[in-house]
């Protein structure tokens, strides 16, 4: 599973470059499918950035890979914290 989420953050990382953010991939947990990442760049207090990482990452991310349940921004995890 973890190849398959570093492949398709590589197709999706472009999109994010191009308006000058970025995606790092974090951990997954296997058992509930939940995918850690962190935007960078831009994509840090952007106010869609929710809607990119729940619309476009985890869409795309679910589509792609069996097992994959969420998707889930550890910077806004820590920040609340």
């Known amino acids: 599973m973890r190849d398959k989420i570093?492949?398709?953050i590589e197709v999706i990382r472009p999109a994010l470059q191009a308006d000058g953010g970025d995606i790092?991939?974090?951990d997954v947990n296997e058992q509930t499918g939940v995918v850690?990442?962190?935007l960078k760049g831009a994509c840090v207090g952007c106010?869609?950035?929710n809607q990119t990482l729940k619309v476009g990452v985890?869409?795309?991310m679910r589509d792609r890979i069996d097992g994959v349940?969420?998707?889930i921004?550890?910077?806004d995890a820590t920040a609340c914290s």
């Open 36 to 38: 850690e990442v962190r």
């Open 73 to 75: 921004n550890i910077a």
């Open 58 to 60: 985890e869409r795309i």
């Open 47 to 49: 106010p869609s950035s």
């Open 24 to 26: 790092e991939f974090h």
């Open 69 to 71: 349940t969420a998707v």
């Open 6 to 8: 570093l492949a398709t």
